[in-house]
Every structure is written in C-alpha cells, then in structure tokens.
C-alpha cells in the first residue's frame, strides 16, 4: 500500500515555543492532504485540509493563526503549532488522498507534548 | 447529524478466541465504509473497505460485513493474536455534497487480547 511518512515522531517542547510536524507522500503525488488530531482515547478529529499551492482549509473551531499549514509541494505538507500551550499536546495524524483512489492513507503520527 | 457509533467501546478476550465489533452510522448518502487498526502511538492502518453494495470483505482472519439498509457494519476476527491488540476504528466516507469524500469516524473499539 501507499506510504506516507511523518517527522518527527515524537517532540517535546517548552510553552510558548513553535514546532513543525512533516508530513510525506513517499510513493504518490498528494494534492490534498489532511491533518488530524486525536486525544486519548477519542477518535480523530479533522483539523484542516491542506491543498498543495493554495490556502488550507481549516475545520470550524481551529485557529488557523495558531496552526499554520503549508502544502508546497506534492509530497509534504507541514502543520506548525505556534506559541504553543500545553493543552496542544496531542497526537497529530496526517493523511495523504491518493489521487487516482481517493483513498486516504495515514502517517505514523507525531505525539507533541508541551511542558 | 452524520455519526458514526462504535460498541464496544473497550473488549477483553484470550488468545485463540474470536470477537465481533459493531459499528452503526447515519451518514447518508455515503460512498464507503472502512475499518482501520490503531495499534497504540500509530496511525491507523486500512483493514477493509466496502462500498454500498458489498456486503462482506475479508482479509485473512479479518471479515466486515455491511447491512446498509440498517446502516450497520460488523468486523469479525477469527483466532485472535496477541498482535491484534489495538484500537479497531470505523470510518464512513459520505458520498455528495458537503460529505463528499470527508471521513466520519467511529471512536474506536480498544481490543484487548490476553494470552
């Protein structure tokens, strides 16, 4: 099946710091792209749509100030989390959407937690 | 209100023995219904996928069944693994509109197997 790749896997970092999460199509061109969050024991929650080459589209209730999203190419797209809190500490998914298949296939996740 | 609803939401079994997991959704028109295996810090992994008109996929000791008359799905897994502890999620992509193509997703049911 198709892969997608996400960097880093884990991150630590201290409040009021940024960190940026990559997300990688490695086998197939992904003109949309998904970022997902999921707290413990919850089902995944869409935070955004990212369209290579023009604006993300962010889901109701997500600040897009706050997570910026940039599809500039193909195969990555990146989420950073600016100025970020504890209570952004989460479990970030993406998902590439094969464009043949439709077919939405899902990174590794990055566990971000912020002290 | 599309949703997707999962029982149980948490199931302990012993090795060697089957189980069966249930998933209801209201999303309407949809085009397909997936199970995904979450294994703990993962991204979800692709188990079966049906359309509407399918009404059993099987891969390996994993078998979905879909009713979409009642707007029901089962998975079933036969002689179960230790591996196959994991969090098992149903996922309904909707079909037109504003649902094309979005994902709704279950909350999971946590498979727990014992030796």
């Known amino acids: 099946g198709a892969v997608v790749s996400q960097h880093p896997s884990w991150v630590i970092c201290k409040s009021g710091t940024s960190v940026k999460i990559e997300c990688r199509s490695l086998d197939f061109q992904a003109t949309t792209m998904f970022w997902y969050r999921q707290f413990p024991k919850q089902s995944l929650m869409l935070m955004a749509t990212s369209n290579e080459g023009s604006k993300a589209t962010y889901e109701q209730g997500v600040e897009k100030d706050k997570f910026l999203i940039n599809h500039a190419s193909l195969t990555l797209s990146t989420l950073t989390v600016t100025s970020a809190h504890p209570e952004d500490s989460s479990f970030y998914i993406c998902?590439?959407?094969?464009?043949?298949?439709?077919?939405?296939?899902f990174g590794p996740g990055t566990r971000l937690t912020v002290t | 209100k599309n949703q997707v609803e999962q029982s149980p939401q948490s199931l302990i079994i012993l090795e060697g023995k089957n189980c069966t997991l249930q998933c209801n959704y209201t999303v309407s028109p949809f085009s397909n219904l997936r199970w995904y295996k979450q294994d703990t810090g993962r991204g979800p992994v692709s188990l079966t996928i049906m359309t509407f008109s399918e009404n059993t996929k099987s891969n390996g000791r994993y078998t979905a069944t879909l009713d979409a008359d009642t707007k029901q799905s089962s998975l079933h897994i036969t002689a179960s693994q230790l591996s196959d502890s994991a969090s098992y999620i149903c996922?309904?992509?909707?079909?037109?509109?504003?649902?094309?193509?979005?994902?709704?997703f279950g909350r999971g049911t946590q498979l727990t197997v014992w030796p």
């Open positions: 998902s590439a959407r094969h464009p043949l298949t439709y077919e939405q296939y």
């Open positions: 996922v309904v992509s909707g079909a037109r509109g504003s649902t094309l193509g979005r994902l709704y």
